[in-house]
């Protein structure tokens, strides 16, 4: 399995995916986790599990719907740009199945750790 982390190292508050993932890879070791820079790393892939910072969520949540991501007008160019490429697979058939994990914003990294370690262990 392959978990495809999203983030932003240099934005605090959308770091958190990124920072993680030691500790993931250590935890489960033989799931992949790979520090995605664009939505285009996701692009041939049909089936795709990903980490991400999501804002309107209280914990550490699994999605499956793609319009969960970005429900509403007021999205970040971040959220546009990963949910169009989304929903452009979705639309064209290259998408059969999404997972994503969200990490709220301003949580914890011990919560947030915590919290990501029972839900990989559920999706495993």
Do not use: W
Request: hydrophobic residues 40%; negative net charge.
């Amino acid at each position: 399995m392959r978990i495809y982390c999203f983030g932003n190292r240099m934005l605090e508050q959308d770091s958190l995916p990124l920072l993680l993932i030691p500790e993931l890879q250590k935890e489960f070791p033989k799931i992949e986790f790979i520090e995605a820079n664009s939505p285009d790393d996701i692009e041939d892939q049909s089936e795709i599990n990903l980490l991400d910072t999501v804002k309107g969520i209280a914990s550490v949540t699994v999605l499956t719907n793609i319009d969960d991501l970005c429900s509403n007008r007021s999205c970040s160019l971040h959220d546009f740009d990963l949910g169009m490429t989304l929903k452009l697979m979705q639309k064209m058939g290259k998408l059969k199945k999404i997972r994503i994990i969200g990490i709220p914003i301003g949580y914890g990294r011990n919560v947030a750790l915590s919290e990501l370690k029972s839900i990989i262990k559920q999706i495993e």
